[in-house]
């Protein structure tokens, strides 16, 4: 089954969150509703990239990949590159 990894960014502050799972508007709708606790204070958030892989593993080596660079420029150029798709 498919898997997401996806970006979201915080209408309130303009941070970004990078999560992974199975059905993004769902994981979204959750994060708007407060039930993260990371994400939970930014409200409202706005799904701003999203990558489809095959399995769970590895859309979470993905996102691993994204945070271990702890680049927020890193984050708005792959944002930026999508929306230009």
Known sequence: MAH???ILRSEKDG????????DVEE????HNQ??????KAKRP???VYVEE??????????EREIKQRKSKAY?????STSRQS
Not at 34 to 39: A, I, P, W
Not at 53 to 62: D, G, P
């Open 4 to 6: 997401f990894l996806y």
């Open 15 to 22: 941070s970004y969150y990078v999560g992974t799972t199975q």
């Open 27 to 30: 994981r979204v709708r959750r």
């Open 34 to 39: 407060g039930r993260s606790v990371y994400t």
């Open 45 to 47: 958030w706005q799904v």
């Open 53 to 62: 892989h095959s399995n769970r593993v590895s859309a979470q080596q993905r």
């Open 75 to 79: 984050i708005v150029s792959l944002v």
